[in-house]
């Protein structure tokens, strides 16, 4: 059973900078897809970003792409998303989620497996 905590949200001022943990447990990660995603108040979950577990391969989405960087410590079993020059449009409840991947992006929640219970993250203006 894969288990995800997310970690590090918090309030920031606009044009800070936070960094999210997702802890990922309850098996080897190999092959897996870890994405992270975001939901605002009212609105559908949106992709964020995700990065391939063994090649480190990553895929943006635009409203985030040269802010936000996603990586992963394999040792730690723990992907992470740098987020920089934040906007008041980044407040959300941020969700680290998992699949077994392959060749495609998964950009859409569908798609993931497993979930974590989110962190919430506020971008003051």
């Known amino acids: 059973q894969v288990h995800l905590v997310e970690s590090g949200g918090g309030l920031v001022q606009a044009g800070g900078s936070l960094r999210l943990s997702c802890a990922a447990s309850g098996r080897t990660f190999s092959s897996y897809a870890m994405g992270w995603f975001r939901q605002a108040p009212g609105k559908e979950r949106e992709f964020v970003t995700v990065v391939k577990w063994d090649s480190g391969w990553t895929y943006y989405a635009d409203s985030v792409k040269g802010r936000f960087t996603i990586s992963r410590d394999k040792a730690k079993n723990t992907v992470y998303l740098e987020m920089n020059s934040l906007k008041p449009e980044d407040t959300a409840v941020y969700y680290c989620?998992?699949?077994?991947?392959?060749?495609?992006?998964?950009?859409?929640?569908?798609?993931?497996?497993?979930w974590g219970q989110g962190t919430q993250v506020t971008v003051s203006s």
């Open positions: 989620a998992a699949r077994l991947g392959g060749s495609y992006v998964y950009s859409a929640a569908y798609e993931y497996n497993y």
